[in-house]
């Protein structure tokens, strides 16, 4: 099974500072065929299912405020968050889909305001 | 718009079985897989099933192998899952959501069904 791994676990921003998640697989999520990363990132507020953010490492699903990005390729891959908003507060994952089943997830980043 | 409604879900002794349930609504359910996937009390997510488009094609984790069967009733865009011999580390919110295939993310996720396994 594929490894999922989130740095760190726990972070503080002030509003309007950026915020950075890392996400590390035990290997590689890319698919050399369509040079695709089989990497998904959601955000769950209290309370409520997890949403998708970010899918294929950089595609912003549709709705998702542009100050949300994916990056990275093969293991190593980032969430950014360019400008801290308080509605961003919320626990954040990772999702490999390269290797199923089983889809594994990393253990959520949760992202508080400093 | 995309709804999924998960339902079924109580407070089971070890050793039970339950059956939860997600209605779908807005989309084309019989395009799409569909997975179950849980959380226990404070703590991460874990995928624990997906049933193809047809029904053809049907995963498990090795968690619940054995003990959890997923099925779907297009006709009545449904998803079902049988939970059986059920033990306190399956207490957990269940949701379910969409997939496009086996390789892919989770679009849309329902609000989640609480399962307790308690004596």
């Known amino acids: 099974d594929i490894v999922m791994t989130q740095s760190p676990d726990s972070l503080a921003v002030s509003l309007g500072e950026r915020a950075t998640i890392n996400c590390k697989s035990s290997q590689s999520v890319l698919y050399t065929s369509n040079n695709k990363n089989y990497l998904a990132w959601y955000q769950q507020k209290p309370g409520q299912p997890p949403k998708l953010l970010i899918y294929?490492?950089?595609t912003r699903e549709s709705g998702v405020p542009d100050r949300f990005s994916g990056s990275g390729s093969g293991t190593d891959f980032t969430l950014t968050i360019s400008s801290l908003q308080a509605e961003d507060v919320a626990v954040y994952y990772c999702q490999q889909y390269y290797s199923t089943p089983p889809h594994t997830f990393g253990q959520g980043t949760k992202l508080e305001i400093k | 718009q995309v709804q999924l409604v998960e339902s079924g879900g109580d407070l089971v002794k070890p050793g039970g079985s339950l059956r939860l349930s997600c209605a779908a609504s807005g989309f084309s359910f019989s395009d799409y897989y569909m997975t179950w996937i849980r959380q226990a009390p404070g703590k991460g997510l874990e995928w624990v099933s997906y049933?193809?488009?047809?029904?053809?094609?049907?995963n498990y984790a090795d968690s619940v192998k054995g003990r959890f069967t997923i099925s779907r009733d297009n006709a009545k865009n449904s998803l079902y899952l049988q939970m059986n011999s059920l033990r306190a580390e399956d207490t957990a919110m269940y949701y379910c959501a969409r997939a496009d295939s086996a390789y892919s993310h989770f679009d849309y996720w329902g609000q989640g069904t609480l399962v307790t396994v308690s004596s």
């Open positions: 294929w490492a950089s």
């Open positions: 049933i193809s488009s047809s029904s053809s094609f049907t």
